[in-house]
C-alpha cells in the first residue's frame, strides 16, 4: 500500500504497508450492481481500502487475478464483483476501449430517442 504526498511541486509516494499475493484469502467487491469504489481485501486480518474509480478497483482486481494464474495458480475467490467486467475477453474490461463503450452508450441513446419520436399507430 502507498501514500502518496505532495511536497511543492513534487508527487512522492511512500511504502506503508506490502502483502503477499499468496496471502490474500479473496477480494470482496463490496456491491457489484452499483458504481462504488471500495473494496475489502482478506489476509490474515481484512484490509478495507478505496480505488480511485470504480474502474480502477476493477483493473487492480484483473490485474490481481492475472498474477494469480501466471504465478501462484491458487483459488483466488472474489466476491461481490460484476463478472462481465472481471473478464479480459469483455469490451468492458479494458481502459483502453472507453470510446468504443461510449460509441455503443450514444448508439443505444439515439435508438431510445429514434423509437421515442415514432407514432405509434
Known sequence: MVKHLRVDREEKYEIVEKWFLRDLEMIDGKEAD????????????????????????????????????????????????????LSDDSIWSSNNRDCLVLMRICFYASNLLCLSLCPLS
Do not use: G, I, Q, W
Open 34 to 85: 452499483t458504481d462504488n469504489p471500495y473494496f475489502d481485501m482478506h489476509f490474515h486480518k481484512v484490509y478495507s481500502l478505496e480505488a480511485y474509480s470504480c474502474a480502477s478497483k476493477y483493473t487492480f482486481a484483473r490485474t490481481l487475478n492475472k498474477l494469480n494464474e501466471m504465478y501462484l495458480k491458487k483459488d483466488l475467490k472474489m466476491v461481490n464483483f460484476d463478472d462481465t467486467y
